[in-house]
């Protein structure tokens, strides 16, 4: 596998709010730097370029071609990403494809047999697996010192203000509080407890058919549990919990946190009952950069200079399991789209 060297290029695909996030949290990563961006109006584009730099263009087919983009951030709506990154392939372009990086499971697998037909890189946007406290978390769980993991809980929510063709509400662009929010409770609980071996879900569906609210639940390896909600109706607390044998973690904002704190609880003794005891922060060895997007960046560069195709923290299975659950939950509360095969017939919870 050819490896490279140097600064890595980055075009990014589209010029909507998150391309402004990330390009922001570009500009602090070492070692990578904006090329170009492309827009389906060049004067979008070229507003972008004026604020971050890189060269702008008025197409996606021009993007794509520019010999300076080494990789390419597609950063459209879900509808879209399958089309995109196959436009990005075909030109010899890696990518990195905002979550989810489509609408279903059989998407995502063709996008992951592009990517190897083309010889690719290709990672989901799934920056909470890079993020330092999150991965920190995750390392000390799983070498039980923190106990054994007994339920979980995360929640994620907003209230969307926007008008009906806002790709957040319009069903054919995959509007939807699974795929926009509820991908990142699904995969805490993934990176905590493991793949889930089942998830029973039911939802509030808005008059257009996509899904408002959702309320999941999960069984895990080793009798695990998981509760986790999405909503783009309502403001949730954005907080995360894991009770173990041994005491209990907390995450304020576990879509960007800070920290992690677990506070162990002390066994009862001589009819005592049992007491917590000191708080334990638990923390990355990196500092955060920007927003947290700069981690995703740094694994891709990380994974480009070692001459891989896919990344350890965000693998191409991981990224299809989270889909498959996903696509078992639109199933249970009835939601369908437009484009890709679509769910059987819902089942009662």
Not at 28 to 43: E, N, T
Not at 276 to 288: A, F, L
Request: hydrophobic share 45%.
């Amino acid at each position: 596998m050819t490896e490279l060297t140097g600064d890595l290029g980055w075009g990014i695909l589209a010029t909507g709010k998150i391309a402004h996030t990330f390009a922001h949290d570009l500009a602090l990563v070492p070692g990578a730097r904006l090329a170009a961006v492309g827009s389906r109006r060049l004067a979008s584009a070229e507003a972008f370029a004026a604020e971050h730099g890189g060269t702008a263009y008025g197409s996606y087919e021009e993007l794509v071609a520019d010999p300076g983009v080494d990789v390419v951030y597609v950063a459209t709506p879900h509808a879209l990403h399958l089309d995109n990154a196959r436009l990005a392939f075909e030109a010899g372009k890696h990518v990195l494809c905002e979550k989810p990086v489509t609408l279903d499971a059989a998407d995502a697998e063709e996008m992951v047999r592009l990517a190897r037909h083309h010889d690719r890189f290709l990672m989901e946007a799934m920056w909470t697996a890079c993020h330092p406290t999150i991965r920190a978390l995750r390392e000390r769980l799983r070498s039980g010192v923190l106990g054994r993991p007994r339920h979980l809980h995360a929640e994620l929510g907003f209230r969307v203000e926007a008008p009906p063709e806002d790709r957040m509400l319009d069903p054919a662009l995959g509007a939807s509080a699974l795929l926009d929010m509820g991908v990142y409770p699904l995969t805490f609980a993934h990176l905590m407890l493991g793949p889930a071996l089942e998830v029973h879900a039911t939802g509030d569906l808005s008059r257009d058919g996509i899904d408002v609210d959702i309320s999941m639940t999960g069984r895990y390896a080793d009798g695990a549990l998981a509760t986790m909600t999405a909503s783009i109706t309502s403001w949730s607390s954005r907080r995360a919990e894991i009770a173990t044998d041994l005491g209990r973690v907390e995450l304020d904002d576990f879509h960007h946190p800070a920290r992690a704190t677990f506070t162990p609880v002390v066994p009862a003794e001589g009819g005592r009952a049992a007491e917590p005891g000191e708080p334990v922060e638990i923390s990355g060895t990196e500092p955060v950069i920007g927003r947290g997007y700069g981690h995703e960046i740094v694994e891709v560069g990380r994974c480009l200079r070692a001459g891989l195709r896919e990344s350890p923290l965000v693998p191409h299975e991981q990224t299809l399991a989270i889909l498959r659950l996903m696509d078992d939950v639109r199933r249970q509360v009835g939601v369908t789209f437009a484009t890709g095969a679509p769910p059987a017939e819902a089942r009662p919870v």
